[in-house]
C-alpha cells in the first residue's frame, strides 16, 4: 500500500513539473514593431518540433530580460548580443533569426546627422538605442513608442528619431508622414534567440528548428524592415549613405 501510496505521489510531482508552461518574453518594442500576433506565430513555429506551445508575454524591455535571466521566464523572444551582455544566466542560440541595425530617421536630410550634442527620440525599451546615444554624446529624448516618437518627428519637437530598423512596422504607414531619410548608425546586426541556461538541453533542437525555419523563408517575413514596410504602403524612404558605420 505504501508504495502505492508513494508511486502516486511521484506522479503528482512528476505531472506537476512538466505541465508548467513555458513561458517566453518579448520586449514591449519588439510588439509595437511586428504585432503580437507576428512575435506569437514565430514562437510556435520555432517550438513546433520540440512539442512545446509556449506562453508569449510581453513586458519592458529591462525587466522581461531580468526575469528570464533570474529563470522565472523560460527564455527571450530576440535580441542582439549587445543588449544581453549583463544576463549571465542565458544561452543565445546561434542561428540567427534575422539581422537589424541602428538607424537615424529625419524629415530634413540635414538633420540624420547624429553629431556630438544633437538631439533625436528614441523608444523606451530600445536598449542599444539608449547606449548608442550615451556613447556618441547626443542629446536623446525617450518616448513610449513609434507613434510618440512619429508625432514628435511631425510636430518639429524632435529633429531626428535613433531606432532599429524595423521600429515600426505597425504604423509607419499610418503616421502621416509620406517620405523620410533614414541613415545606418551600425553595420548589421543579428538577433539571436535566447534560453534559460536551464534549458540548455533544448538549445539543440532549437537551433535546428530556426535553421530550417529561415532556411525555407518562413521567418523572414516576420522581421521584415522598415523600408519593405514602407515600400508596401507608398512612404518613400531614402537612404542617406554613411562610410563611417562602427
Known amino acids: 500500500m505504501s508504495k502505492y501510496i508513494t508511486l502516486l505521489i511521484s506522479l503528482f510531482v512528476y505531472s506537476h513539473v512538466y505541465a508548467r508552461p513555458y513561458t517566453i518574453n518579448a520586449s514591449e518594442g519588439l510588439a509595437y514593431e511586428l504585432g503580437q500576433e507576428k512575435v506569437i506565430d514565430a514562437m510556435n513555429a520555432i517550438y513546433a518540433p520540440l512539442s512545446i506551445t509556449p506562453e508569449v508575454i510581453f513586458l519592458p524591455s529591462r525587466r522581461g530580460l531580468q526575469l528570464v535571466d533570474n529563470g522565472q521566464l523560460d527564455?527571450?523572444?530576440?535580441?542582439?548580443?549587445?543588449?544581453?551582455?549583463?544576463?549571465?544566466?542565458l544561452i543565445k542560440i546561434s542561428y540567427p533569426l534575422s539581422q537589424t541595425r541602428l538607424s537615424i530617421y529625419c524629415i530634413q536630410a540635414q538633420n540624420?546627422?547624429?553629431?556630438?550634442n544633437s538631439s533625436a527620440v528614441t523608444i523606451q525599451g530600445g536598449l542599444i538605442a539608449q547606449q548608442f546615444c550615451k556613447k556618441q554624446h547626443l542629446n536623446c529624448t525617450q518616448v513610449m513608442n513609434d507613434i510618440s516618437a512619429f508625432k514628435a518627428l511631425e510636430k518639429h519637437h524632435a529633429p531626428a528619431i535613433i531606432a532599429n530598423d524595423r521600429f515600426a512596422l505597425a504604423t509607419i504607414c499610418e503616421s502621416g508622414l509620406r517620405k523620410l531619410y533614414t541613415r545606418p548608425l551600425t553595420k548589421e546586426l543579428p538577433i539571436h534567440h535566447y534560453v534559460h541556461n536551464k534549458h540548455a538541453a533544448l538549445v539543440p533542437k532549437i537551433t535546428k528548428s530556426i535553421e530550417q525555419l529561415v532556411q525555407s523563408s518562413a521567418l523572414p517575413n516576420t522581421f521584415q524592415s522598415l523600408s519593405d514596410a514602407a515600400n508596401e504602403c507608398g512612404v518613400i524612404l531614402t537612404e542617406i549613405e554613411n562610410n563611417n558605420i562602427e
Not at 527564455?75 to 544566466?89: C, D, K, P, S
Not at 540624420?112 to 556630438?116: E, G, I, K
Request: glycine content about 10%.
Open 112 to 116: 540624420c546627422s547624429a553629431t556630438a
Open 75 to 89: 527564455a527571450e523572444a530576440g535580441r542582439i548580443e549587445g543588449a544581453v551582455h549583463n544576463y549571465q544566466n
